[in-house]
């Protein structure tokens, strides 16, 4: 009795395993991570994965999008020579198969960032930099700082610098560091940065998808004084800058052409989808020349 349970549980296994990951062992294609090819900071095509150590690449097999790319880790494998169980129906076909049947070309996380494989710019092209009509007059000046047209591109260039910056820090000497009295500290402007991020992404979203209900301002002053950023070590604030960045890339990188001009109402202004990316963009280059000249100098 026991044998033949165990003979079931592991049909059954076998089974998700087939239905999950839809391939079988070794015919999968790694995730490639050979460093970026010339020319993609300027098209914003890829961004590599940093994996903890001891973790296995992720394998992807070209062709059949996320659905089945990514095999649970701890599953069993399909075997060769196993097929569907008598008496199962077939998987029904998801509806967006037709969408994961093309090429991989959409962002996919991988360990802690995130790999994007852009359509090329022939396909995809730019996001364009936007007018003044699409963006709110305060924000122009940072704008002004994203050089190109390509918001992602820039996202992609600017988040190296700014790890590369946090990561040479030393967690004593940024203990409660700020340049005047009554200013934010070092910590509290890095988590500044991710908050803006987050809540200019989400009005991005909600403008990409055609959401046509104004959207409400918020008062950055009175976030960072409720977040209790300089309690947290850098390697915190660092980690969620991180995380932050990757659902922006991963959001912005699955959106149509079409959907870069798309407008909205912020507050009291009009704006884009591609003029709140650059603003994510400007914004956080204005604040990291200020750590660089205010607060490290």
């Known amino acids: 009795m026991a044998a033949a349970r165990a003979r079931g549980a592991r049909t059954s296994r076998d089974l998700w395993a087939r239905r999950r990951g839809g391939h079988l062992p070794g015919q999968a294609d790694r995730v490639r991570d050979d460093g970026a090819r010339a020319g993609d900071r300027s098209l914003g095509a890829r961004l590599l994965s940093r994996r903890p150590a001891g973790r296995a690449p992720l394998r992807v097999r070209p062709g059949r999008g996320s659905a089945g790319a990514a ?24 509806a967006d198969a037709g969408h994961l049947s093309l090429p991989l070309q959409r962002p996919l ?28 007059a305060y924000a122009k000046p940072d ?74 301002s918020f008062d950055e002053v ?46 009291d202004y009009t704006t884009s989808v591609r003029g709140l990316a650059f603003h994510i963009a400007g914004h956080e280059l204005r604040h990291v020349r200020s750590l660089r000249e205010k607060y490290l100098r």
């Open 71 to 94: 095999r649970g880790r701890g599953r069993p494998h399909a075997r060769k020579g196993q097929g569907r169980a008598a008496g199962l129906p077939a998987a029904a076909p998801r």
């Open 109 to 136: 996380v991988v360990g802690d960032e995130v790999a994007v494989e852009l359509i090329p710019p022939a396909s995809r092209g730019p996001s364009g930099r936007p007018g003044d009509d699409e963006i709110a």
């Open 143 to 216: 704008i002004d700082l994203v050089v190109g047209d390509d918001a992602i591109a820039a996202l992609v260039a600017q988040r190296r610098q700014t790890v590369l910056l946090v990561e040479s820090l030393d967690e004593e000497r940024v203990r409660g560091l700020t340049y005047s009295p009554g200013k934010w500290t070092l910590k509290e402007v890095l988590g500044h940065i991710a908050d803006d991020e987050r809540i200019y992404a989400y009005r991005a979203l909600c403008i990409a998808r055609g959401d046509a209900a104004p959207l409400p």
């Open 222 to 267: 009175r976030y960072v004084a409720a977040a209790g950023f300089e309690t947290r070590p850098l390697v915190s604030l660092l980690g969620e800058y991180r995380a932050v960045r990757q659902a922006t890339l991963a959001l912005l990188g699955g959106l149509p052409a079409e959907a870069w001009r798309r407008r909205g109402v912020v507050s």
